[in-house]
């Protein structure tokens, strides 16, 4: 949900929009933003399954220290969703447990 | 392997470094500022909250307006500013691994000011590792710097001033804190900041703390227990409440990875947040020549990291010979003594007490060196 108005910081206008895909799902985001603040907005939080129990992870510092955001973007796994930018087009996975060897990044064409 | 070289490199452009790499290029010197992320900052532009203390630490300011004044500053200082950039590994010699612009660089500087910050604690609980328990900073920084609320009901766990001002915040920006929980008996922040919340209608839940949290895929409900005065849950005594987000905000600790890369000696001291860095007045470490500024060096806040920068900054450059020796301690003890005045009062003065035991730590280090010589 986005913070549209606000208090202190004012009122939200004329971002730039550009869709990145979460799997096949079209998500709108603001251009420069954080691919994890377009999938949290989306109401999207399941980023990753752990690798031994299948556990559900999400952002956890939204920092680029935790790593408990990462997913499969463009091909590439294990990036952090948290610091890297949206880009139009972009594609975003979930991560199910260790991302295959090899998978990057050929596989997504950056 | 391209070589970048500067007089001074600064590792870090939150408040910290901001500050030490604009005194330093303002004294003459030659100075490389680095951060890993897209924007200069730091965890600045997220604090929408008007700054505490006197009108020379710029109270009454909102964090992100100082934030921008900084930033102007030293893009006009003439000072090189490399973002989207990591200073990965620090050698014995003091040569660092720098990725920047995709490329593998070598970093060489004659100075280093660190000024890498701090991260979140986590706190574990049944169902700590749901998606929907995320640190108080992290959802402050989607509230206010991405303009996205990451819930819509928020249970704050912890009430320093990290969990009051978030819990504040988080209303600013249309969600529900539907309970604040403490496990001491009291509220651990300023009382300005709680009267807010109280105001508001948030409650607090005091002496009592998160049992388990529920839900699939994410947090859904929020059980609550009280605390004995052992800190022993009370059998019997737990409710929950419907919750989609858990804010933990339960304190930081420094990030000191390239510090202790760099073989700098350590100490433990609690109220600085764990191992910290000893260092000396002038921010130096026990590695010559490597200075440090701001949470790395202990958790307080951005004023004392922006005094604290500028200390390195000065000292950094006095020992390049860009300032004489009458001119640089006028300064430093101008700043010192803001930064005694900032470390005062009663949550200051834990922190001024437990900053002279690892000044002291850093004396006893510095006279065993010359015992060994």
């Known amino acids: ?110 | 392997m391209r070589k970048i070289t500067a007089e001074i490199a600064v590792v870090g452009a939150g408040p910290a470094g901001l500050c030490a790499a604009l005194e330093a290029r303002l004294a003459g010197a030659d100075v490389v500022l680095i951060d890993e992320n897209r924007l200069p900052g730091g965890q600045l532009f997220k604090q929408i909250h008007k700054f505490f203390g006197s009108k020379e630490h710029r109270a009454g300011v909102r964090g992100f307006a100082i934030g921008q004044e900084l930033l102007a500053q030293v893009s006009d200082s003439g000072a090189r500013v490399l973002l989207d950039s990591l200073v990965y590994g620090i050698q014995p010699d003091k040569s660092m691994g720098l990725l920047t612009a995709g490329e593998n660089c070598l970093l060489l500087a004659e100075k280093i000011i660190i000024a890498s910050g701090a991260k979140e604690n986590y706190t574990p609980f049944p169902g700590s590792t749901l998606p929907g328990v995320m640190g108080a900073g992290a959802a402050q920084t989607m509230i206010n710097v991405n303009r996205v609320l990451p819930g819509a009901r928020v249970v704050m766990v912890g009430s320093g001033n990290v969990g009051l001002i978030v819990s504040y915040q988080l209303l600013q920006a249309g969600a529900e804190v539907v309970a604040v929980v403490e496990g001491a008996p009291r509220i651990g922040g300023y009382g300005v900041h709680a009267g807010k919340l109280r105001r508001a209608g948030v409650p607090f839940y005091l002496g009592h703390t998160i049992s388990r949290a529920y839900g699939d895929d994410g947090v859904r409900h929020v059980e609550i227990a009280r605390l004995d005065e052992r800190w022993n849950p009370v059998p019997g005594s737990e409710f929950t409440l419907d919750a989609d987000t858990i804010c933990l905000a339960v304190g930081l600790n420094p990030m000191t990875e390239l510090v202790w890369m760099a073989g700098c000696q350590f100490d433990y001291i609690p109220a600085l947040g764990g191992h910290v860095p000893l260092h000396d007045r002038n921010m130096e470490t026990t590695v010559r020549g490597l200075y440090v500024a701001g949470d790395v060096t202990g958790v307080e806040e951005a004023s004392s990291a922006m005094e604290e920068g500028k200390l390195a900054g000065v000292a950094a450059a006095e020992a390049l010979g860009y300032l004489d020796a009458r001119a640089a301690k006028e300064k430093k003890a101008e700043i010192e003594a803001r930064l005694n005045r900032l470390r005062s009062g009663l949550f200051g003065e834990k922190r001024r007490e437990a900053k002279e035991t690892q000044l002291a730590a850093m004396q006893r280090a510095r006279e065993s060196e010359k015992e060994v010589v």
């Open chain 1, 1 to 110: 949900m986005r913070v549209l108005h606000h208090p202190v910081l004012g009122d939200l206008t004329g971002q730039k929009t550009v869709t990145i895909y979460y799997g096949e799902e079209p998500v709108e985001a603001f251009e420069g933003e954080p691919v994890a603040a377009a999938l949290l907005n989306a109401g999207i939080r399941v980023f990753r399954k752990t690798a031994k129990r299948r556990e559900p992870r999400s952002v956890f510092c939204a920092i680029g220290r935790c790593t408990d955001c990462m997913m499969i973007v463009d091909g590439i796994p294990n990036t952090r969703t948290c610091v890297t930018a949206v880009r139009d087009g972009m594609r975003v996975q979930l991560q199910d447990g260790l991302a295959p060897v090899g998978i990057a990044p050929e596989a997504g064409g950056r």
